[in-house]
């Protein structure tokens, strides 16, 4: 029997990596998403465990250089956000399949490193993404032009990447991600196909 699969979801900004992860849990049993660790702020109504790993800097530096980290990534504002190790293996004696929702290169290590990941690239239209972007309000104009060429960038490596599901239309896109996965949970012995 294969090692259990991870799901590596990735995607530029504004993409609906999230939206679709949600409407991917809602279709097929027994995945669960990995909680990140950050070194951010927690913040009212949070709880540590299950939005984030709220870590101190020291501790987060300290994980770091211990190998604790599948891969983690530093911001510009300073703030470092990673998956544990520990967090993937938690869900695995659980019993679940372990869905990560990472930047591109955090997925792409993943990808290297990780036996029995897969990674799904959420594709959008470039208007679409400025669209969405625009429509959070949560970044500034400047901002929104960065995560835009950025996302150009980001498009243009989606080859790299095993599956690619193009966010469109949200029905038709997560209808097509959960057979997806419901697909390749199948090929690895993970589930049976319904």
């Known amino acids: 029997m294969p090692s259990r699969p991870v799901l590596v979801v990735t995607g530029p ?3 609906g990596k999230g939206t679709l992860i949600k409407g991917l849990l809602e279709r097929v049993d027994g995945l669960e998403v990995a909680v990140s660790a ?15 790993w709220f870590l101190s800097d020291d501790e987060f530096t300290r994980r770091v250089g211990q190998g604790d ?12 956000y990673g998956t544990l190790g520990s967090e993937m293996e938690r869900i695995a004696r659980e019993g679940a399949v372990c869905v990560l929702e990472l930047e591109l290169e955090g997925a792409l290590r993943v990808q290297r490193d990780v036996a029995g990941s897969t990674t799904i690239f959420i594709a959008a239209d470039v208007d679409e993404l400025e669209r969405r972007l625009r429509e959070r309000a949560t970044e ?3 901002e ?5 060429a950025l996302a150009h960038s980001q498009l243009e490596r989606a080859h ?24 390749e949970l199948a090929r690895t012995g993970t589930i049976s196909r319904r």
């Open 140 to 142: 500034s104009t400047g």
């Open 160 to 183: 790299e990447f095993r599956y690619m599901v193009r966010n469109d239309e949200l029905e038709r896109a997560t209808a097509a991600l959960a057979a997806l996965v419901e697909c």
């Open 144 to 148: 929104i032009g960065e995560r835009i």
């Open 38 to 52: 950050t070194t951010r702020p927690q913040r009212p109504g949070e709880v540590d465990g299950r939005d984030y």
């Open 69 to 80: 980290f599948l891969e983690w990534v530093e911001y510009v504002s300073g703030r470092r």
């Open 13 to 15: 900004s504004g993409a």
